[in-house]
Nanobody, 117 residues
C-alpha cells in the first residue's frame, strides 16, 4: 500500500521561506516516471492545485505562486519537495501532495503552513 507523508510546514513571517517534503513509501513503489502535484486547502475554501511535476519532467505552477514556489523531486529518496519563498498570508493553508492525476487513497494528512506576523 502506497503512503504519502507531508512534512515541513510551520509558522513563518511574511516574506519567509519553507521547504515542504512529501515522502512516498510502499513496497516496490517508485516516484520515477510518475507525475506529482502539490495542492493546498485554506479554511473555508476548496482545495487548489499549486504546482505540478509532470511525468516528462516539466513543472507547472498556479499563477498565484509562480516565481515564488519550486517543485522538485529526489527519485533516490522517493520524495517530492515544494520550496516556498516570499511567502504571503494568503499562502496559509494545509498543503498536500498526490500523484497526477490524484488518487483518492493517496491523500495524506497534509502539513499546515501559516504565514503571519
Amino acid at each position: 500500500q502506497v503512503q504519502l507523508v507531508e512534512s515541513g510546514g510551520g509558522l513563518v513571517q511574511p516574506g519567509g521561506s519553507l521547504r515542504l517534503s512529501c515522502a512516498v513509501s510502499g513496497s516496490g513503489f517508485s516516484i520515477y516516471g510518475v507525475g506529482w502535484d502539490w495542492h493546498r486547502q485554506a479554511p473555508g475554501k476548496q482545495r487548489e492545485l499549486v504546482a505540478t511535476f509532470t511525468r516528462g519532467g516539466s513543472t507547472v505552477y498556479a499563477d498565484s505562486v509562480k516565481g515564488r514556489f519550486t517543485i522538485s523531486r529526489d527519485n533516490a529518496k522517493n520524495t517530492i519537495y515544494l520550496q516556498m519563498n516570499s511567502l504571503k498570508p494568503e499562502d496559509t493553508a494545509v498543503y498536500y501532495c498526490n500523484r497526477r492525476p490524484p488518487i483518492t487513497n493517496y491523500w495524506g494528512q497534509g502539513t499546515q503552513v501559516t504565514v503571519s506576523s
